[in-house]
């Protein structure tokens, strides 16, 4: 729960992905709730009753993975801590961006919160410490499998005991012990189960998961404006959002997303009627809108759904049963269904991508075939009209093929680690990150269709001053004003960042929708993104 304060709350009440995100993006601090500490103590007692009597206990008297049946010497129990991170910090490549390591923390904290981890107080207190003096370690992208992000926490767990490396203002890494010195922070001293209870989690996977559902769903309002500027500046048949036809089949993200699309045209002289529409039939790519964008909402939807179940359970291994005082071997950490449901998300990306790189080839031909080329040097040469590249339509090809790429799924790429115990694993981890990067180059493709759609409009003069509905106007206008803004020296690159931007601003939730049932909810506003008209002057 945030507070007015801007606070995360943790342990009385469910966490949400909003949540996740808005914290992993901001500055602002967690704090454990009274109930938190009830349930950490709870299951700490458990452990300390297994180490008391000398029971065998995974990750507790015993080692992990193919050292399971290995005992702990007592004397070396601290020790053994801090050997599970140096053991596992051993992730690769460039480093998490500073929203994303916070990402990590926080989905690990809202689960530990929970009590099962079986970490001490200290452990846990310590993160959140992390998490609200600013202190963010330096996790290496690559490293997990999907079944408990090991490297990744390990790269927590170093810093949290003055070691490893965290990211200094500039982003640069710095020792561990300096950052924590800065924020006022002491080491933590870590205890019986601490190193394991910290790392057996797939917070990687979620948190990551979180920050690109946030962006999912922005990106689909993103994908609305774009396509829907596209319809009006070709005159296509409106007639193909009717909610009658949609309703014929009713999938609940196909009859929603013509709800949006009818209310973006609403109002406009082409959805009115006032104009006819250029053709009877458009291409596949203008009449299968809100069937293809409706499946980007049933997947956000249901990716929603899946983590909010993970912020808010108990998937450690083993379960901790404080009724029995017992230890109960599971594979809760399986996340299979996380991993399956980021790999579908990015497929259906793929058809979004499809189906906007269609729609730019049609706009750039457009462009091409309605000047003949002595008047478009004519008006190049005199600055007297804008130029829309047409070697744009490339451009869009060569990202769309990027996109297919990364639809492949990594949920069925086989990784057997650990000596062979570890034989079954999600590639979760990896699904997030590659849905991250898919929804940044679907941006790009609907930036493009933005910039094109305005060069066909600005071309027709009826066209251009044809009225639009209350719902895209703001939007066209801001986008006329970035298309005539072109000059030959680089125009094309700061239009497009222009454009990216009046799409960000143009697709904010000005407030919540309860949505049909079982489609999530636009509740999010997006970080304030830089200005349009800025970026032009």
């Known amino acids: 729960m945030l507070t007015q304060e801007y606070t995360l709350h943790l342990g009385a009440t469910r966490v949400t992905p909003d949540e996740v995100a808005r914290v992993s993006r ?8 009274e109930t938190a500490h009830r349930r950490i103590d709870a299951a700490r007692a458990v452990v300390a009753g297994l180490i008391a009597r000398g029971t065998p206990a995974y990750g507790v008297t015993r080692g992990l993975g193919p050292l399971q049946d290995q005992p702990i010497p007592p004397e070396l129990q601290r020790d053994f801590q801090t050997f599970v991170f140096a053991s596992h910090h051993a992730g690769c490549g460039e480093n998490l961006s500073r929203a994303e390591a916070r990402s990590v923390m926080i989905a690990r904290l809202a689960v530990m919160a929970q009590g099962n981890s079986g970490g001490s107080r200290e452990l846990i207190t310590g993160l959140a410490e992390l998490v609200s003096r600013g202190v963010t370690p330096a996790i290496p992208v690559a490293g997990s499998v999907g079944s408990a992000d090991l490297a990744p926490l390990a790269a927590v767990g170093t810093v949290l005991v003055g070691r490893g490396r965290a990211l200094g203002r500039d982003g640069t890494p710095i020792p561990g012990d300096e950052a924590l010195r800065a924020a006022g922070i002491e080491p933590v001293s870590l205890q019986a189960k601490d190193g394991h209870a910290l790392v057996v989690a797939n917070a990687g996977a979620v948190g990551i998961g979180c920050l690109a559902l946030v962006d999912l769903e922005r990106l689909a309002r993103i994908a609305d404006l774009a396509a829907v500027h596209s319809v009006e500046a070709l005159s296509c048949n409106t007639d193909v959002f009717d909610d009658a036809a949609l ?7 196909q009859v929603r997303s013509g709800a949006r699309l009818r209310r973006l045209l609403a109002g406009g002289a082409l959805s009115s009627g006032e104009v006819r529409p250029a053709r009877l039939q458009d291409p596949l790519s203008f009449r299968t ?45 399986s996340a299979l269904r996380l991993a399956l449901s980021l790999d579908q998300c990015r ?20 462009l091409r075939a309605d000047r003949p080329l002595s008047e478009q040097l004519v008006a190049f040469a ?16 060569s990202i769309s093929a990027r996109l297919q790429h990364l639809a492949a799924p990594f949920s ?16 979760a981890y990896s699904a997030a990150l590659a849905l991250r990067d898919a929804i940044e180059l679907a941006e790009q493709l609907f930036t493009i269709e933005a910039l094109a759609a305005s060069g066909v409009s600005a071309s027709e003069p009826e066209t251009h001053a044809r009225r639009r509905g209350p719902g895209l106007a703001p939007f066209a206008a801001l986008a006329s004003r970035i298309l005539e803004s072109y000059e030959p020296t680089g125009g094309t690159q700061a239009q497009l960042t222009a454009m990216r931007c009046a799409l ?15 489609l999530g909810a636009d509740t999010v506003s997006p970080p304030a993104h830089t200005d349009p008209e800025r970026v032009l002057t």
């Open 26 to 33: 901001g500055e602002a601090p967690v704090r454990l709730d």
């Open 412 to 427: 069925i790429l086989p990784s057997i680690v650990g000596d062979g115990i570890e034989d079954h694993n999600s590639q």
């Open 382 to 397: 005199s600055g007297s009209a804008p130029v829309v590249p047409p070697i744009l339509a490339n451009v869009a090809a």
């Open 504 to 518: 960000h601003k143009n697709s904010r939730c000005k407030a919540k929708s309860a949505g049909p049932v079982g």
């Open 247 to 253: 309703s014929a089949r009713p999938h609940p993200g």
């Open 289 to 333: 809108i809100p069937q293809v964008h409706g499946v980007i909402l049933e997947q956000a939807a249901h990716l929603r759904e899946v983590l909010d179940i993970e912020l808010n359970s108990m998937p450690e291994n083993p379960f901790i049963d404080e009724s029995s005082g017992t230890l109960i071997a599971n594979g809760n950490f």
């Open 347 to 366: 497929i259906a990306l793929a058809h979004l991508g499809l189906l906007a790189e269609r729609r730019i080839a049609v706009l750039i031909g457009r």
